[in-house]
């Protein structure tokens, strides 16, 4: 069993910051990536920013320059920091983790149960 929670969401002014966590716990016995997924009412669920092994990131490119994601490997954890916030930011914002179990014979892909971030204007 495998179990990603996030934390960290809520409410900011535009311009403000927030910053997201994600710990993934369970039989894990190795995270390829890990990336933060965002998805708007009455849009698709859209990539923000991954991290994968070796520290390389990826981010959309409306988040280039305001968002920084990393990662804690000795903790199973992934951050966001979200800096310069927009009122288009707001959304229910998703941990993917792509991981192997102690048991699993493929890689799994798996995800958290959401936070709200919500920017006013």
């Known amino acids: 069993q495998v179990q990603l929670v996030e934390s960290g969401g809520g409410l900011v002014q535009a311009g403000g910051s927030l910053r997201l966590s994600c710990a993934a716990s369970?039989?894990?016995?190795?995270?390829?990536?890990m990336g933060w997924y965002r998805q708007a009412p009455g849009k698709q669920r859209e990539l923000v920013a991954t991290?994968?092994?070796?520290?390389?990131?990826n981010y959309a490119d409306s988040v280039k320059g305001r968002f920084t994601i990393s990662r804690d490997d000795a903790k199973n954890t992934v951050y966001l920091q979200m800096n310069s916030l927009k009122p288009e930011d707001t959304a229910v914002y998703y941990c993917?983790?792509?991981?192997?179990?102690?048991?699993?014979?493929?890689?799994?892909?798996?995800w958290g149960q959401g936070t709200q971030v919500t920017v006013s204007s």
């Open positions: 993917n983790a792509k991981l192997w179990t102690v048991v699993g014979r493929t890689r799994g892909d798996y």
């Open positions: 369970g039989t894990i016995r190795r995270i390829d990536a």
């Open positions: 991290i994968a092994l070796g520290a390389r990131t």
